[in-house]
């Protein structure tokens, strides 16, 4: 294109040039000048949109455009051009003839905005930052086979591979992907080199979330493995899931599911709370479930002892988390009484809220309980009802009970119920 537009600019200036020259000359050029008109068609079915120029000049054979988007000029009687973003824009068409130049009128082509579309708001947050990231669940589901007919043929365990969940997968608004391989990409049931899988990408509101069309080839979303027309089916897009689909060379079809790239404080409360509300339990499966001490030697104390030591009307009790931060417990009838050291009538004064935020000490995040004599795991924790998150996944979680200047702490191992 850059070529043709040096060969039309060249020609266009020797047009105008011989015009001068001949004017001078005899006054008058060999032909009437051009009159410049076109039309323009959009093509909203996908994005970037399609804008097909049709040329209505008479007397003129050299063509010239000016989409108004800050794109290169282009030559050509009819002409396409794809825009990338919502807006107006001012288009301008200047044609030579025999007889001179002639310019059109700008025309205002404006192009719609897809941000109210949910699939596409949510793949590239662009009713706000315009980008957005993925990465893989940790769900035991994030990859789920399925036959042409829909029947499920494997589902991937959990956890994936530390080289499969640190993948991050990032859209725009202005229709670009790229995707960080982190330690590097998980292909043939190993962790090898990292891939490049940036690319351009067409969005199609099909249905009510839409499709993705990676534009180049080796590219890809989630799996390294190929799909047909590198199309992937929006299935379902919130502010905290996006779940695609692929069909595979052989007709069955690969479910992917991602969550939000968060920050470690963001991830800690997403497993916390599962996203909405999620219950924990004491992790009476391991041994020293629980251990009390100081900060410096946290075992100091006491150990629980060995996997299934743990009282069964303490190992029994739940603790309920929300994304609200609301904070429940559930005895199952009875508690565990601390200096007591028995089961006694279950505490029904534990329900509170709570606040959350960075560590202070060890740990990913730390959560205070608001309701004075509130507890977790034992009736005894330190009356500061600070709580530290010092390692958690999907499933399993280590929470110190105390502030890192109590001069008693308590370790517990818990499990997601």
């Keep these: 294109m850059f070529i043709h537009f040096r060969k039309a600019a060249l020609v266009l200036a020797s047009v105008a040039a011989l015009a001068a020259c001949r004017k001078d ?31 209505t000049t008479t007397d003129a054979f050299l063509y010239q455009w000016d989409f108004g988007d800050g794109s290169p000029l282009a030559s050509g009687q009819n002409v396409t051009h794809l825009y990338k973003l919502p807006g107006t824009y001012q288009v301008k068409l200047t044609a030579a003839g025999r007889g001179g130049t002639g310019i059109s009128p700008q025309k205002a082509v404006t192009v ?13 947050a662009c009713a706000g930052s315009g980008a957005t990231s993925w990465t893989l669940s940790d769900q035991a589901d994030a990859i789920v086979k399925l036959s042409a007919s829909g029947a499920v043929l494997s589902t991937s365990a959990t956890p994936l591979p530390a080289c499969q969940l640190d993948d991050v997968f990032s859209f725009t608004s202005s229709l670009t992907y790229s995707y960080d391989a982190g330690a590097g990409t998980y292909s043939g049931g190993t962790c090898g080199a ?9 969005y199609k509101p099909n249905g009510s979330l839409g499709q993705i069309i990676l534009q180049r080839n080796k590219s890809f979303i989630g799996l390294p493995d190929s799909v047909v027309n590198k199309t992937y089916d929006i299935l379902e897009a919130t502010a905290t899931k996006l779940r695609l689909q692929g069909t595979n060379p052989d007709g069955t079809k690969t479910v992917t599911t991602y969550i939000p790239q968060l920050s470690a404080l963001d991830k800690a409360k997403q497993y916390l709370t599962g996203g909405s509300s999620r219950t924990w339990v004491l992790d009476n499966t391991v041994a020293n479930t629980i251990i009390v001490g100081t900060e410096a030697a946290p075992g100091t104390y006491n150990v629980s002892g060995s996997a299934g030591s743990v009282p069964a009307c303490q190992a029994d009790d739940e603790y309920t988390f929300t994304s609200a931060n609301n904070f429940t417990y559930d005895s199952k009838g009875q508690t565990f009484t601390a200096g007591v050291y028995a089961c006694q009538d279950g505490r029904t004064d534990n329900n509170t809220t709570f606040t959350y935020g960075p560590a202070t000490g060890a740990g990913i995040a730390q959560f205070m309980l608001a309701k004075t004599g509130s507890f977790i795991g034992v009736t005894d924790a330190p009356t500061s009802r600070v709580y530290r998150i ?11 009970a105390g502030s890192s200047s109590d001069p008693t702490v308590f370790t517990f191992q818990m499990r997601v119920k």
């Excluded at 719609?112 to 590239?124: A, E, H, W, Y």
């Excluded at 390692?391 to 110190?400: A, E, Y």
């Design 25 to 55: 000359e005899v006054n008058t050029l060999e032909g009437p000048v051009p009159t410049a008109d076109f039309t323009v068609a959009l093509n909203t079915s996908q994005y970037p949109v399609l804008a097909t120029f049709t040329n």
């Design 112 to 124: 719609p905005s897809i941000c109210d579309n949910t699939g596409f708001g949510v793949l590239t």
């Design 390 to 400: 010092l390692s958690i996944d999907n499933q399993h979680m280590t929470l110190r």
């Design 194 to 202: 990292a891939l490049s899988g940036n690319s351009d990408f067409v």
